[in-house]
């Protein structure tokens, strides 16, 4: 047992830093965790929890400055918990992700001798994100509903006019919010919202809101072209309602009440409608960059499997560049948007999506016989990774080659030690950038059967 307690000062030289922001350092031999830091700093702490094995902390006076501190350009950064690293540099921030990902790769996955490309970022590594989901917390009639973003590791609401992380038209789109929140005319349509969810793109000049209810709200539907009058740019409304838990920021039954259903933006000269409930990718940028790694490998009419295709980013990709598509997919309702945006790019007669847990749709004839026929598989999963049964699938249909998206290092190595016990070699590892300002980071990898 340690003597430790809560209320303990001392000074810690830091060594490491977490994925949540957190950095890493010993107070008398015990680890401890404390936001602020960065390694190669130190600091005089207090500890605020002291667990069996662990200790958690709060800076009382930082002594030494890491050359990688960067004063963070957000005025509420360490208090919201939307971003982590804003402290870091951004040079830092990518040999920080290289780092999360080879350890991740070493200790999980057991490659003591992958190589891992420099991770590919942002010219500009602020304004990209094209969703936002704001928590709304009703106040007085007088000062309307507060926007914001909940505080790191909790539920404590951090208000909020302004996000510098977002695409512009989002961030501009706060005020407009407010504004309508406290407007008689419009007030009484935002007493029961919880979430608000806006969509915007790099191409697009409309953005589209939904505003999250619990049940169907009327006056939202009557209030929808009064609350437009007062946000530039928005082209559509929607009342979300019926969540699935407390925390969902969608509901399961969606009205459009105003406008368009649905904002279109342009990546790659592949067109995508997208509606604040979309299974899209956060950050069109770096999508882009995604495209144009895997563009080179898309030679003569391959046949690829997508797996977790979600609204069909990709799947719609491949077939705008000649490729034989099958896109599995679990959602309802992203099966429905993939599809039809497989119509807007012309590309209906060279995809086929298919609605259904991927490992079911694998396990059928159907699955298997299209697995048999794929040259390449690709798959991009959810941050718990894929499941053994899928991977199994790939590896007893002796798939030729593999393309794996992730955005979790630690699931994404534990796979792929799976693939690699099943005789694939892992050739390119390379990380993007699709999260900055954060400690998420996303990696393609390729693989080919033995």
């Known amino acids: 047992m340690t003597g430790l307690k809560p209320g303990a000062v001392g000074v810690v030289e830091f060594s490491d830093l ?26 005089r702490i207090r500890l605020t929890e002291v667990k069996a094995k662990y200790a958690v902390g709060e800076v009382v006076e930082r002594e030494t400055t890491s050359p990688d501190r960067a004063e ?20 830092a921030q990518l040999a920080w992700k290289h780092r999360i990902v080879k350890d991740a790769l070493l200790r999980i996955g057991g490659f003591t001798d992958l190589a891992v490309n420099e991770p590919i970022g942002m010219d500009v590594p602020r304004a990209y994100r094209n969703k936002m989901a704001l928590v709304v917390e009703a106040q007085s009639e007088v000062e309307g509903a507060v926007f914001g973003f909940y505080r790191a590791r909790s539920h404590e609401l951090v208000p909020i006019d302004h996000c510098p992380i977002v695409l512009e038209p989002l961030d501009a789109a706060i ?10 005319e419009t007030s009484a349509a935002f007493s029961n919202v919880k979430h608000v969810v806006m969509r915007a793109g790099l191409t697009s000049p409309n953005s589209v809101l939904s505003l999250t209810t619990d049940v169907k709200s009327a006056a939202i539907a009557a209030a929808a072209p009064q609350i437009a009058e007062r946000i530039e740019g928005v082209g559509g409304i929607s009342n979300s309602y019926e969540p699935a838990n407390a925390n969902a920021v969608i509901g399961r039954r969606m009205d459009f009440v105003w406008g368009k259903r649905e904002m279109e933006e342009t990546i790659e ?4 409608r997208v509606s604040p409930a979309s299974f899209f990718q956060i950050n069109g940028a770096m999508v882009a960059s995604i495209f144009r790694a895997l563009a080179p490998l898309i030679a003569g009419t391959p046949r690829i499997v997508d797996l977790y295709c979600g609204a069909g980013t990709f799947a719609i990709y491949f077939a705008s560049r000649g490729a034989s598509v099958v896109g599995i ?11 039809g945006n497989a119509r807007l790019n012309k590309v209906e007669d060279r995809v086929r999506f298919v609605q259904g847990r991927v490992e079911g749709a694998l396990a059928n004839e159907e699955g298997r016989k299209a697995l048999r026929e794929a040259q390449i598989v690709f798959l991009d999963p959810p941050r718990k990774g894929s499941d053994e049964a899928t991977l199994a699938a790939l590896a007893d249909a002796k798939v030729p080659v593999i393309w794996y998206l992730s955005c979790n290092p630690a699931t994404l190595a534990r796979d792929l030690r799976y693939l690699a016990g099943r005789g694939y070699t892992i050739g390119s590892v390379q990380p993007f950038d699709m999260f900055p300002q954060t400690g998420h980071v996303e990696t393609l990898v390729t693989l080919t059967r033995k």
């Open 269 to 272: 000269n592949v067109r995508f």
């Open 175 to 184: 005020g407009g919010l407010l504004a309508a929140a406290r407007a008689p």
């Open 329 to 339: 997919e679990e959602n309802a309702s992203a099966v429905t948007e993939a599809r």
């Open 72 to 91: 963070p350009f957000c005025p509420v950064f360490g208090a919201c918990g939307g971003c982590q690293v804003q402290h870091l540099a951004y040079p």
């Open 18 to 43: 977490l994925a949540n922001g957190q950095a890493v350092g010993r107070f008398d031999g015990m680890v401890v965790f404390v936001d602020g830091p960065l390694p190669g700093e130190r600091a």
